[in-house]
């Protein structure tokens, strides 16, 4: 690992962690983008996924192609493997490091200092021996989730090839790089649920169904259901407006749409050119709904074998093994000192 990429990390986090506040809520649409007739209409939908990619970071797909009976039906076996008994799915650990398995109100974030109140199960394809409820746990859930998982991923590999064509790398190069056949393959699909919230057991301000942060990854699309809303994004780059002045938007969720946000590891790759946006998930406010949540995340994180340069060659060369590592590490310790800080 070399000092420059610790100091990349350093620098992001120290940003993060002075975006735990509230901030103010602002008005404002997330770009949408048709991908209606893809192949002959590439050139028009680049051009729209580049200019959301580098002024927002986030965007919706619509007419994206996948299925929603098959969205729908991920959805219901997760809340299913949700609803198993703690015991049950505490035979599905998370295994650390691996992005693979079962974990409960584990996620300390570097903004906020506190646990996520939130559980989930992440599938990353190397590493699920031991980790599958079998057929009479949770029945079709193998099946079901590998089907979703690759479609997901065919679905973020055509948005990254846009990226690819813009810049100047060949078309199929992130394909290659997250080559699903791999042991290094290291992109996740994440079920998570956020526990419901009745007003009588309402936590404090400092609790977050997701505390704010920017993605790890090349590309996130993110799945949710109609009336469970709750993200929220920042833009602009993060030096300007801290704590309570920082501007926040929703994203209303639609059945129909899947939520895209660009990583920090495609913002390096395109030597910045590409924006990682910080996000969180909000808690309801009263009135809102305020019943259980489940959303489910695929990131598009490149093989551990890839090593990441920018075109223009602004960051020295790293491996998405070490990038990740460190980037996981850094985030453990700046949590861990977040949460010291509030003791
Ligand atoms: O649940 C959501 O809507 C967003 C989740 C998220 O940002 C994440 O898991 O990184
Ligand atoms: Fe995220």
Known sequence: MTNTAEKYALKELNLETTFGGMGKEIERDVPVIDLTDFDQRREEITDQLWE???????????????????????????????ALPE?????????????AGWEFKSQVRPSTGTADDKESYQITLPHMDDLWPNQTVVPEFNRVMLDFEHKAWQLGMKVLSCFADRLGFERDF??????????????????????????????????????AHTDFDCLTMVFQQE??????????????????????????PKEERITCNIGDMLMRWSDDRLKSTLHRVRMPKPGDYNGP?????????????????????????????D?????????????EKAAEARK
């Open 323 to 335: 990038y990740l590592l460190q980037r996981i590490q850094a985030n453990f310790d700046a949590a």
């Open 174 to 211: 992130f394909t290659r790089a997250h080559d699903r056949s791999s042991e290094e393959y290291q992109s996740t699909l994440r079920l998570l649920h956020y526990l419901p919230l009745p007003e009588s057991s309402r936590p404090d301000e400092s609790i977050w169904r997701a505390g």
């Open 52 to 82: 959301a990619a580098t002024e927002v970071g986030f965007f919706q797909l619509s007419n994206h192609g996948l299925d929603i009976a098959l969205i729908k039906q991920a959805f219901g076996l997760s809340e299913r493997f949700f």
């Open 227 to 252: 009336g469970q809303g709750g993200l929220q994004v920042s833009p602009g780059k993060g030096a300007e407006g801290k704590g309570d002045d920082r501007e926040w938007f929703s994203v209303t």
């Open 87 to 99: 015991d049950a799915k505490q035979h599905y650990p998370l295994k650390k490091g691996l992005n």
């Open 293 to 321: 949540r489940y959303s489910m995340a695929f990131f598009c994180q490149a093989n551990k074998d890839q090593i990441i340069q920018g075109p223009e060659k602004k960051y020295p060369p790293i491996s998405a093994r």
